[in-house]
């Protein structure tokens, strides 16, 4: 990918990733229901979060709640692979067909318990998560390889915190706040009720 993570973001057409009313509002900087009680997410915060992750032609990334695929799309573009995980079966398979249709090959796809990641392929060198947790997965955390970083909103119903969190190359993990977001919840185990 020659252009930057802007330049792509502002040719990526997010009406492509909609196929309800809401696809009239496509162009609008909100986030936009996609059913399940799912969201698309704001565009500017797509690209924020995208640009703090900053994926790499060599890394290999997991994202944390496929959605629409609007994400996966913009992470795709730029890294090497990337592993998606979604809880909602027809919500991963119409993505999946979204982003077939737009020639991406590098995109593996899972359904199954997000907080829970995608051990079978780790480490990661990027980690992307698009719903709340009300802290931060520990198994995340153990998939994010050295000198990896992960974006992921954390914090109660209603207002959760962007942290940016990194690992150093002698496994030494930080984070910090980016900026306050409003996210859907991560199900399972790290969610603010019980889980499914």
Not at 49 to 72: A, C, F, K, W
Not at 104 to 130: A, C, H, R
Request: neutral net charge; proline residues 5%.
């Amino acid at each position: 990918m020659r252009c930057s993570i802007e330049e792509y973001y502002r040719k990526l057409d997010r009406s492509l990733f909609i196929d309800n009313v809401n696809k009239n509002w496509a162009d609008l900087d909100r986030p936009l229901p996609i059913g399940f009680g799912q969201t698309i997410s704001q565009p500017s915060l797509v690209l924020a979060m995208t640009q703090q992750l900053n994926p790499q032609s060599h890394d290999r990334v997991l994202e944390i709640g496929t959605g629409s695929g609007y994400q996966t799309a913009l992470l795709a573009a730029f890294a090497q692979e990337v592993f998606t995980v979604e809880r909602i079966a027809e919500l991963s398979s119409k993505a999946r067909q979204r982003l077939d249709r737009m020639g991406f090959v590098n995109i593996q796809y899972k359904i199954g318990d997000g907080s829970l990641g995608w051990p079978e392929f780790e480490p990661y060198d990027k980690i992307m998560v698009t719903a709340a947790a009300a802290a931060i997965p520990d198994e995340l955390i153990q998939q994010l390889g050295l000198g990896g970083r992960m974006i992921i909103p954390v914090g109660p119903p209603g207002m959760q915190e962007l942290l940016l969190v990194k690992k150093s190359r002698q496994g030494q993990v930080t984070s910090r706040i980016l900026e306050q977001v409003v996210f859907v919840e991560l199900k399972g185990r790290y969610g603010w009720g019980t889980g499914d």
